[in-house]
Antibody
Framework: QAQLVESGGGVVQPGRSLRLSCAAS????????MHWVRQAPGKGLEWVAV????????YYADSVKGRFTISRDSSKNTLYLQMNSLRPEDTAVYYC??????????????WGRGTLVTVSS | QSALTQPASVSGSPGQSITISCTGT?????????VSWYQQHPDKAPKLMIF???NRPSGVSNRFSGSKSGNTASLTISGLQAEDEADYYC??????????FGGGTKVTVL
């Protein structure tokens, strides 16, 4: 059974950096595209970024483009999100999610439990 | 990158059917059969309920069904139960190889 566990969240000052990790288990990590999705407190879901199964293709939401970088290490079964130049509006629970099938079409299953990032001075 | 449009709230009595709409454009909902629906209970991670417009993952009740017409997708919950009270989100793959979410719909069981 596929399982995803995020870590690395916390409180960070505006302008600083943070790296999130997502440990994957229960499936062949190197076969699947992977996503980050976030949810600001009391708000809806916002897609953040996707990486293809091999890391060669990456796409980002306009709101994070140029500041966030998604990457993966298949030797460690781990997905990352490097977040630079953080802003208060980046405050959210960050979820990692696996593509349901082998092709990337933006269908997320399963999701991790999320990690909270708070950007505040 | 525009969000898809969902009603903020929908309510129904136990046993009734409700439908949640999700309106996009020809660049997302109308252009691909890659619409998904997610259920989220308070302080929980979202759960996939429908994928590829109308397919249910194993383990999801057949009371949940999905459809699409043009640029609008819909999720129908039949035989509404108390446990169905939650937030529901639609999503769609887009022409830019990104993913758009709807703003979410709060379902209340009266």
């Amino acid at each position: 059974q596929a399982q995803l566990v995020e870590s690395g969240g916390g409180v960070v000052q505006p302008g600083r950096s943070l790296r999130l990790s997502c440990a994957a288990s229960g499936f062949t990590f190197s076969n699947y595209g992977m996503h980050w999705v976030r949810q600001a407190p009391g708000k809806g879901l916002e897609w953040v970024a996707v990486t293809s199964y091999d890391g060669n293709d990456k796409y980002y939401a306009d709101s994070v483009k140029g500041r966030f970088t998604i990457s993966r290490d298949s030797s460690k079964n781990t997905l990352y999100l490097q977040m630079n130049s953080l802003r208060p509006e980046d405050t959210a629970v960050y979820y990692c999610a696996k593509e349901l099938t082998l092709i990337v079409v933006g269908c997320f299953d399963p999701w991790g439990r999320g990690t909270l990032v708070t950007v505040s001075s | 990158q525009s969000a898809l449009t969902q009603p903020a709230s929908v309510s129904g009595s136990p046993g009734q059917s409700i439908t949640i709409s999700c309106t996009g454009t020809s660049s997302d909902v109308g252009g691909y059969n890659y619409v998904s629906w997610y259920q989220q209970h308070p302080d929980k991670a979202p759960k996939l309920m429908i994928f590829d417009v109308s397919n249910r993952p194993s383990g999801v009740s057949n009371r949940f069904s999905g459809s699409k017409s043009g640029n609008t997708a819909s999720l129908t919950i039949s035989g509404l139960q108390a446990e169905d009270e939650a937030d529901y989100y639609c999503s769609s793959y887009t022409v830019a190889s990104t993913v758009a979410f709807g703003g979410g719909t709060k379902v209340t069981v009266l």
